[in-house]
């Protein structure tokens, strides 16, 4: 029974092995992101699905993604931490990342997240306003002839 059980962990072990940032992110963000990135909207944790990257698109965006409090005070390294950022992006919100995404670095995000936002969820409404107002434009962009 035991060897049994045995064989099957080491069948299985390779599909349970995680990236170094799927790690950090498990043990350190996913108690409240969740492990979709679905959050808890009702309790004002966002869902970061099709959404994360849209700050990306608009100017104080990516900056943001790195002064909000569960980023900017992580216990991880400032490299540790540009590497989960990255993942992030491309796991919960791939296609709307620009085409010239430059991935977070050590040497950006350390200065960052020294600089913590004072009013986060105004910092937060103010842009998704600006993604609001970009998608728009885009849109009616697109729209005329
Ligand atoms: C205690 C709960 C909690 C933990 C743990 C947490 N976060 Fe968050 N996160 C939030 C909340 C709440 C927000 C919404 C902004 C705010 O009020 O801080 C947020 C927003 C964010 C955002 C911006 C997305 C948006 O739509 O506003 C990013 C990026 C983020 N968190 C990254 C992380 C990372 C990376 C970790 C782990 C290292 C982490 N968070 C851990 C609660 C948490």
Redesign the pocket.
């Known amino acids: 029974m035991r060897a049994a059980a045995l064989t099957f962990l080491l069948l299985v072990a390779p599909a349970w092995a995680t990236e170094p940032a799927e790690a ?2 498990m043990l ?2 996913q ?3 969740l492990p979709e990135g679905q ?1 808890f909207p009702d309790r ?3 869902d ?1 699905r099709h ?2 990257a849209r ?1 990306l698109n608009v100017p104080g965006g990516r900056e ?2 790195v002064q ?4 900017a005070q ?1 216990a ?1 390294n400032d490299a540790d ?1 540009a590497r ?2 990255n993942w ?1 992006l491309l796991r919960f919100s791939a296609a709307q990342m620009p085409a010239d995404f430059q991935p977070y670095t050590a040497a950006e995000v350390g200065p960052l997240r020294k600089q913590p936002l004072a009013r ?2 105004e910092v ?1 409404s103010e842009l998704l306003e600006r993604i609001a107002r970009q998608e728009q434009l885009e849109v009616s962009t697109v729209q005329t002839p």
């Open positions: 950090d992110y350190n963000c108690g409240c992101h959050g004002q944790v966002p970061l959404q994360m700050f943001f993604l909000v409090p569960g980023s992580t991880l931490l989960l950022l992030m986060v969820s937060r």
